[in-house]
């Protein structure tokens, strides 16, 4: 069994819940702000996914085989860590699929929102709420695990996966605040839902403590990369594409890209 210290504890539930609290700024940005920028959200939408895809796939894929080659052989582990990535994305897909993640067709000028029936969109903001609550749960998974094990890797995924909250959080935030025009609830639903990050890490993670070994860790980083890769190009590039204007999308992917690169060669000076 691998032990973890108590500091590398620390430092990765404070990072999943840092991430996961992002979903209350998307809520601020419907409460307080006056007009959104929509370019610079399909930038950085489109920002998070690169990120998210270069720390997967030459990182956090690359932990996966690792470790399972420290298991079990160079051969095998290339095998056991591919198996996992796509057993990742085959584990997103069939959550996508029961619990279909709406903030995609969640928009401040949805005409849905402009009616003045209460009941049905206090109905549409608890069925948003649940949604996302569900999505959020592996998603802490994947950042407490990634930085308990490198911190250098974990925090720029955290960072990518915050940007991916804060339109979540504007997707409950909108229907909440139409239907109670309360504030307070609206900002509330959305931290308690962004809470589910770290409650999914914690839950995860006494599961799996008993039991942490090379092979563990090889299923985890594998589940992990094939999860971030199929929410970046399932969510966030599409979500991007809708409210980008012009090239906001490819500029804010590679930038996504460059920045996390040059984040991890820091990191590894």
């Given at each position: 069994?691998?032990?973890?210290s108590?500091?590398?504890?620390?430092?990765?539930?404070?990072?999943?819940?840092a991430?996961?609290?992002?979903t209350?700024?998307g809520?601020?940005?419907?409460?307080?702000?006056?007009?959104p920028?929509t370019?610079?959200?399909?930038?950085?939408?489109?920002?998070?996914?690169?990120?998210?895809?270069?720390?997967?796939?030459t990182e956090?894929?690359?932990?996966?085989?690792?470790?399972?080659?420290?298991?079990?052989?160079?051969?095998?582990?290339?095998?056991?860590?591919?198996?996992?990535?796509l057993?990742?994305?085959?584990?997103?897909?069939?959550?996508?699929?029961?619990?279909p993640?709406?903030?995609?067709?969640?928009?401040?000028?949805?005409?849905?929102?402009?009616?003045?029936?209460?009941?049905?969109?206090?109905?549409?903001?608890l069925?948003?709420?649940l949604?996302?609550?569900?999505?959020?749960?592996?998603?802490?998974?994947?950042?407490?695990?990634?930085?308990?094990?490198?911190?250098?890797?974990?925090?720029?995924?955290?960072?990518?996966?915050?940007?991916?909250?804060?339109?979540?959080?504007?997707?409950?935030?909108v229907p909440?605040?139409?239907?109670?025009r309360?504030?307070?609830?609206?900002?509330?639903?959305?931290?308690?839902?962004?809470?589910?990050?770290?409650?999914?890490?914690?839950?995860g993670?006494?599961?799996?403590?008993?039991?942490?070994?090379?092979?563990?860790?090889?299923?985890?980083?594998?589940?992990?990369?094939g999860?971030?890769?199929?929410?970046?190009?399932?969510?966030?590039?599409p979500?991007?594409?809708?409210?980008?204007?012009g090239?906001?999308?490819?500029?804010?992917?590679?930038?996504?890209?460059?920045?996390?690169?040059?984040?991890?060669?820091?990191?590894?000076?």
């Amino acid at each position: 069994m691998i032990e973890v210290s108590s500091a590398n504890f620390a430092i990765a539930l404070g990072v999943t819940t840092a991430a996961g609290l992002a979903t209350g700024l998307g809520s601020l940005l419907v409460l307080f702000a006056k007009q959104p920028n929509t370019r610079l959200l399909a930038f950085g939408l489109a920002f998070a996914a690169g990120a998210m895809v270069y720390v997967s796939l030459t990182e956090i894929l690359d932990k996966s085989v690792i470790a399972f080659s420290n298991a079990y052989g160079d051969r095998l582990g290339f095998t056991w860590g591919t198996l996992s990535f796509l057993a990742g994305v085959l584990f997103i897909v069939t959550i996508d699929r029961l619990v279909p993640n709406p903030h995609e067709r969640l928009d401040v000028d949805d005409p849905y929102f402009r009616e003045h029936n209460v009941d049905y969109l206090k109905r549409v903001g608890l069925l948003t709420a649940l949604a996302i609550t569900a999505h959020n749960f592996p998603e802490g998974l994947a950042t407490f695990f990634a930085t308990l094990e490198n911190p250098g890797v974990g925090m720029p995924l955290a960072f990518a996966i915050a940007i991916h909250n804060v339109p979540e959080g504007i997707a409950i935030a909108v229907p909440v605040y139409f239907a109670t025009r309360n504030k307070l609830y609206a900002f509330g639903a959305c931290l308690l839902s962004g809470l589910a990050e770290p409650l999914g890490a914690l839950i995860g993670y006494a599961i799996l403590r008993p039991v942490l070994s090379e092979p563990v860790f090889g299923v985890l980083f594998g589940l992990i990369a094939g999860v971030m890769v199929f929410l970046a190009l399932d969510e966030l590039l599409p979500a991007a594409k809708r409210y980008a204007k012009g090239h906001e999308t490819v500029y804010g992917l590679i930038s996504g890209m460059a920045v996390l690169a040059l984040s991890l060669v820091l990191f590894k000076w």
